[in-house]
């Protein structure tokens, strides 16, 4: 192949960096040096508002509003899909891979979601199905798991992988306001949507968990058996970081313990997102803002660390670009030579049999007498008892600390992960 003809679908702030990088002389010059001599050709921009794109600066004549007339053009060999969400991206990839066509998203939900029947319509038609910038933003971690550690046995990935919700944990631990205010200063730089809820419940940490283990484990986990609710001593607790307090995270500190959104998931099929307790001066404690960090741990590696940008029309370009000069050396999909995945769920969080420390803050001032046995540290604060218990399950930790707390006083368990 000399030069490979892509079509990109959507334009937003990913999508629009992507355009200007395949239409800039000196950077297409790097792409095709990069790609082994083969250039890459912008065949056609699939766009909402074709007028807005023009006022933009976008090339009139490269614009339509009819992304499945692009994705079926014989002109088109390479399809970017970069509108988000589920419908209509899953059907315009669906028709793209099925007729052989290369195809290179950014879209986590679509490949979370719908990634075992893509991955089938892919592997069925021989289509490279690459997906870097679905994860991660900038930082390379999907190939890398895929290729680069393909001689080891991956025993855990973890990580910080959604800005939002580090940023507000981040801004809440240093002081400067409530999880209310914080998210609403999210929202005015850009961090967060007007409809949060996506990052603050954990659902998009969810989706790029389930992507990382596929790499990993070989295996699409079922994004809904994730858990995303810690346990408290009277039922579970709300979605991911919608139930912190600065409270919390000001006891944690007392610690030595800050707390992060973190997604975990392991061989045998545990996966979690859940709000968790880390020493502050860990690499996770210490990831702060909107940055990401992923962690894997394999046999015969050991601890394996990728940090980066993980959001932005920048950070993410570049893994949508880096992902078409991998299709345009033939490098096939993101998957690269591992088996075909099987599907299985995940047990979710295994809080009912899995001893283990946690953190939690305890209201009221009679918390102090009642925990002989239970706790392995402890501080007093303000808000009451900052506790880190022995490594219990949840269950009878639950049972153990709620005769201390006062009344009906709840507290939420957060898991411990050094």
């Not at 988000?84 to 879209?107: I, Q």
């Not at 201390?404 to 050094?418: E, F, H, K, N, R």
């Amino acid at each position: 192949m000399t030069a490979a003809r892509v079509a990109v679908l959507g334009a937003g702030t990913v999508g629009e960096q992507v355009v200007r990088g395949l239409l800039d002389r000196e950077a297409a010059a790097r792409l095709a040096a990069a790609a082994g001599g083969t250039g890459l050709t912008l065949a056609g921009v699939a766009v909402r508002n074709v007028a807005g794109a023009i006022e933009r600066g976008l090339p009139r004549d490269l614009l339509t509003d009819a992304p499945a007339h692009l994705v079926a053009s014989p002109d088109v060999d390479v399809v970017v899909e970069l509108m988000g969400g589920d419908e209509p991206a899953r059907t315009l990839v669906a028709a793209a891979l099925g007729a052989g066509k290369a195809v290179v998203s950014a879209n986590k939900h679509l490949v979370a979601q719908h990634g075992p029947e893509l991955e089938r319509i892919a592997r069925g038609s021989r289509a490279a199905f690459r997906f870097e910038a679905a994860v991660g933003g900038g930082i390379p971690i999907l190939g890398p798991l895929a290729a680069d550690l393909g001689a080891n046995r991956v025993l855990r990935v973890r990580g910080i992988v959604n800005g939002t919700t580090n940023y507000i944990l981040t801004e809440m631990a240093a002081g400067h306001g409530t999880y209310e205010g914080v998210l609403l200063e999210a929202q005015r730089q850009g961090y967060a949507e007007a409809d949060p809820s996506g990052d603050v419940e954990g659902r998009d940490a969810v989706n790029k968990l389930v992507i990382l283990a596929r790499l990993a484990f070989d295996r699409w986990l079922r994004p809904d058996d994730i858990a995303t609710c810690p346990p408290a001593l009277r039922g579970p607790g709300r979605p991911g970081i919608t139930d912190v307090t600065a409270d919390e995270l000001g006891a944690a500190a007392a610690l030595g313990l800050t707390l992060r959104l973190l997604g975990v998931a392991d061989g045998v099929g545990s996966a979690s997102v859940l709000p968790t307790a880390l020493p502050v001066g860990s690499a996770l404690g210490a990831t702060f803002g909107v940055r990401n960090r992923i962690e894997v741990r394999a046999e015969p590696v050991g601890d394996v660390g990728f940090d980066g940008p993980g959001a932005g029309g920048a950070a993410t370009s570049s893994a949508v670009l880096g992902d078409l000069v991998a299709v345009a050396r033939g490098l096939g999909s993101t998957w690269a030579g591992r088996p075909p995945a099987g599907a299985g769920g995940a047990p979710g969080f295994r809080s009912a049999d899995a001893p283990r420390s946690w953190f939690a803050l305890l209201p009221g001032a009679g918390a102090a007498t009642s925990l002989a046995g239970v706790v392995e540290a402890r501080a007093a604060v303000p808000a009451g008892l900052a506790i880190r218990t022995r490594p219990m399950t949840a269950r009878d930790a639950a049972a153990a600390l709620i005769v201390a707390v006062q009344g009906t006083a709840d507290a939420t368990l957060y898991p411990i992960d050094d």
